[in-house]
């Protein structure tokens, strides 16, 4: 009987075994986000990427009974870690303090985004790329330029992970309305900072919200984030929920890799949806396939208001996008 159950559960097709990096893995997002990958059963090979630590984490992490194996891997085994990687997780890089925008990481941030890239791109260039790291709006079109700089951008594998807007958007719409957020599906659009977060409520059933709730609750979606940097005093910023997003989303990605039907997530891609106004990156529903994006879905109907909101976030949009780009090109 015990032989019995271990075949079987040993046996994974080709089509569901697949390697996942995490770069920056030994950090607050790093080890739950591990942790929760080692749970997916799509996962066969994990490799756990960080400065320092990394196989600490592999090593405890690897204790988990499911079938993959887990290994950790320092600086100098970076190609290692990515050779053969279909998805690759960036969660590196520093969090923010009370009192700072996502804005002010970049200068920390884009360097390090920028560095796993050019690894990315050397040594992983087809996987999907997953980047959590802040901020999100400016550290997506960083990856893109690098990938772009060695020949290899491929538009459809390149992901802003912004799945943490949708859950709060959810979680913070139960608690108005009174419902079980496990059935709240909000779309949120656009970006990942403040105004560039704008949650479609008009597309749930609580469009009749009366302005004051209404306005009250998109404010708490759009700085959610903040709520958590204040409350962890100066310790970092959302690292829990933030592992349980990144999961679901990357477990999406695999759903997609895998050939599973109408896997849809938003999150923020290389979108034609504003292209034309300047803006190259933008956050929608998009399904996910065999190939990374399938289809990225237009808005659908939108209030004055999510039109407003829209507006105003396509403006920040373009000069975070900017920002990232031009690092690259004065800092190749
Ligand atoms: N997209 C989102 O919704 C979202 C949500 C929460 C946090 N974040 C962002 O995620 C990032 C990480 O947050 P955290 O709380 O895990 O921070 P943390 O400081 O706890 O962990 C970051 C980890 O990255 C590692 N690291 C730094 N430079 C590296 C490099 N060059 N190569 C490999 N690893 C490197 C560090 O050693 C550390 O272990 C921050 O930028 C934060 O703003 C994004
Ligand atoms: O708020 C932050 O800085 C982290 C993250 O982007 C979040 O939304 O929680």
């Known amino acids: ?24 893995a030994a950090g607050g997002i790093g080890q739950p986000l591990s942790l929760l990958l080692k749970l997916n059963h799509k996962v066969t090979d994990l490799a756990l990427y960080d400065l320092r630590g990394a196989p600490g984490v592999a090593a405890d992490v690897s204790h988990v009974p499911t079938n993959s194996t887990v290994k950790g891997y320092n600086p100098d085994q970076i190609e290692a870690a990515l050779t053969n990687s279909d998805v690759i997780v960036i969660p590196a890089g520093v969090p ?3 009192g700072m925008t996502r ?26 790329v997953l980047v959590i ?15 772009k700089s060695k020949g290899v951008y491929n538009p459809k594998k390149l992901f802003g992970v912004t799945t943490l807007d949708v ?6 719409v139960s608690e108005v309305a009174g419902t079980n957020p496990v059935h709240e599906k909000v779309t949120v659009v656009g970006g990942h900072s403040g105004i560039t977060i704008v949650p479609l409520l008009s597309q749930t059933e609580h469009k009749s919200l009366d302005t004051e709730t209404r306005d009250a609750l998109i404010h708490r979606i759009q700085f959610g984030g903040d709520e958590v940097v204040q409350a962890k005093d100066g310790a970092g910023s959302a690292t829990l929920s933030m592992a349980q997003a990144g999961a679901r989303f990357a477990g999406s990605v695999l759903d997609g890799l895998a050939g599973e039907k109408d896997v849809v997530e938003p999150t923020f891609v290389d979108s034609p949806l504003f292209k034309s106004e300047g803006v190259e990156f933008f956050s929608s529903k998009v399904t996910l396939g065999a190939e990374g ?3 990225i879905h237009n808005l659908g109907e939108l209030s004055d208001h999510e039109e407003e909101l829209v507006k105003g976030a396509k403006d920040t949009l373009i000069s975070n996008i900017k920002k990232g780009v031009e690092f690259v090109k004065q800092n190749p």
């Open 1 to 24: 009987m015990l032989s019995k159950v271990a075949t079987r559960s040993f046996s994974s097709s080709a089509a569901n075994a697949y390697k996942v990096a995490v770069l920056g």
């Open 96 to 98: 923010r303090k009370p």
């Open 103 to 128: 804005d002010d990481l970049f200068n920390t941030n884009a360097s390090i985004v920028r560095d796993l890239a050019k690894a990315a791109a050397d040594y992983a260039p087809n996987a999907a």
């Open 133 to 147: 790291s802040n901020p999100v709006n400016s550290t997506v079109p960083i990856v893109a330029e690098v990938f």
């Open 167 to 172: 859950l709060r958007a959810s979680r913070f």
């Open 293 to 295: 994006v399938k289809t």
